[in-house]
């Protein structure tokens, strides 16, 4: 069965600190990844997605980027953190097509900035 | 950019009420998602629609979409505690798979 991990579960990180959230799937071949960001009492929102190795898609500009240096391996990054950046944020993946569309997420990041 | 409006926000309900949270999305999608989030917990898969006319049921929950309206409910029927949680729809957009729009999602509380 396929599982998703995400790490570390919780930090807290001083203003203009770098940051690597790192997230790996597993029992699955060539799925497309996400990273949402879910700001305190509101909905989520997409930051990036991948559809491949090295391939990346932003949704909004913003401080932090992303990579995928492994096909199942997604990482999010910041050189500088700003306070803004603080929120829990959630690696997603998905099949391209098939398993009833279903989108599954990891546990999730608790990110605050002091 | 598409727009997904959740009401209500807020939802509080005695134990064995019925309910109805609408989800309205502004611009053609062909697929749906509910979710459910737990305090400081990710999101549990509860129901995807993907057609005109699509029900889902699950338990205590039923949820149904129509694509010419541009609305999904989510039904609550004769509610339990266990079902306090935070419920939010999310949209697809785009042909990439979760490339998903998300309401503010509506927190449900459900007491004795």
């Known amino acids: 069965s396929q599982t998703i991990h995400q790490w570390p579960a919780t930090l807290v990180q001083p203003v203009g600190s770098p940051l690597s959230l790192e997230c790996t799937v597993e029992?699955?071949?060539?799925?497309?990844l996400y990273w949402y960001r879910q700001a305190a009492g509101r909905g989520l929102q997409l930051l990036f997605y991948?559809?491949?190795?090295?391939?990346i898609s932003s949704e909004v500009p913003q401080n932090l980027s992303a990579s995928r240096p492994q096909d199942r391996q997604f990482i999010l990054s910041s050189k500088k953190l700003l306070l803004s950046d603080s929120g829990f944020y959630l690696c997603?993946?998905?099949?391209?097509?098939?398993?009833?569309?279903?989108?599954?997420f990891g546990e999730g990041s608790w990110l605050t900035v002091v | 950019e598409l727009k997904v409006e959740q009401n209500p926000l807020f939802l509080s309900m005695q134990e064995g009420k019925n309910y109805t949270i609408y989800c309205n999305y502004s611009t053609t999608s062909d697929r749906l998602y509910w979710y459910r989030q737990d305090p400081g917990k990710s999101l549990e898969s509860l129901f995807v629609l993907l057609s005109n006319g699509a029900v889902k049921q699950e338990g205590r929950l039923m949820a149904s979409l129509d694509t010419k309206a541009r609305l999904s409910t989510l039904h609550i029927t004769a509610a339990v505690h266990d079902l306090s949680a935070t419920y939010f729809c999310?949209?697809?957009?785009?042909?990439?798979?979760?490339?998903?729009?998300f309401g503010r999602g509506t927190q449900l509380t459900v007491w004795p």
């Open positions: 997603a993946w998905s099949l391209v097509h098939g398993s009833g569309n279903t989108i599954y």
């Open positions: 999310a949209v697809g957009g785009g042909s990439t798979l979760g490339r998903l729009y």
């Open positions: 991948s559809v491949g190795i090295g391939q």
């Open positions: 029992g699955t071949s060539n799925p497309n």
